[in-house]
């Protein structure tokens, strides 16, 4: 969806450096989300955040750290990438209205490739 | 942890031939819901099951879900190459996670 952004949408950095993923949303939704895709593992949880003041750890948060700057925004960090952190990132964003039936909408996704 | 794993991982069908995924939860899930992701895309919602044994129909993909609210399965009728992409379930955990599936990668042959 148009309504979710994701910037940059291709990135290659080094091993160690420290990068950070922004997501922005106009959905104007209080929960937002960030996943990374690897082949054959499917979607991960890394964090997610139920509104400005709510963060939470996924499945996957190790070596990973977030900010919700608003209710619009939602960045994800590296704080030393490495190589294994390879992969497709997604933002994602809910309206929270229906509790455990939410719908996700996704952004179009960040190639990452740390060498 | 909740696991949701789907199977086959990768399916090759020619165009007109029938397809389809199966998802299954090692807990109950309160609802699933399926997503499609195209090639070079980003995942779209399809369709959410909340009921025991519920069937839904989207033109030719045909959504059920178990009686025990376990698993699911997506079966498309007469595939077009426009049923190319990823194929995810979801099921969320008590915490409001979404576990996705692995997801079943679908190839049309013309």
């Known amino acids: 969806d148009a309504d979710v952004t994701q910037t940059p949408r291709n990135r290659i950095t080094k091993t160690g450096k420290r990068i950070m993923l922004e997501c922005s949303q106009t959905k104007g939704h209080d929960r937002m989300y960030w996943y990374r895709q690897d082949p054959g593992l499917g979607l991960r949880l890394i964090y997610y955040?139920?509104?400005?003041?709510?963060?939470n750890k996924g499945e996957i948060s190790d070596g990973y750290s977030v900010s919700r700057q608003a209710q619009a925004k939602f960045s994800l960090s590296l704080e030393s990438a490495i190589p294994n952190q390879t992969a497709l990132y997604f933002c994602a964003t809910s309206d929270g209205r229906g509790g455990l039936t939410d719908t996700q909408y996704f952004g179009p996704g960040t190639r990452l490739t740390v060498l | 942890g909740q696991q949701v794993m789907q199977i086959p991982q990768y399916q090759h069908v020619q165009e007109g031939e029938d397809f389809t995924t199966y998802c299954n939860s090692s807990?109950?899930?309160?609802?699933i819901q399926w997503y499609k992701q195209r090639p070079g895309g980003h995942p779209v919602f399809l369709i959410q099951l909340v009921k025991s044994g519920e069937v839904k129909k989207q033109k030719r993909l045909t959504f059920q879900f178990g009686e025990a609210k376990k698993n699911s399965s997506l079966h498309i009728t007469a595939t077009q190459t426009t049923d190319v992409g990823t194929y995810f379930c979801a099921g969320p955990n008590t915490g409001n996670q979404f576990y996705f599936g692995t997801g079943t990668s679908l190839t049309v042959i013309p």
């Open positions: 955040s139920f509104d400005v003041k709510d963060i």
């Open positions: 807990t109950t899930l309160s609802n």
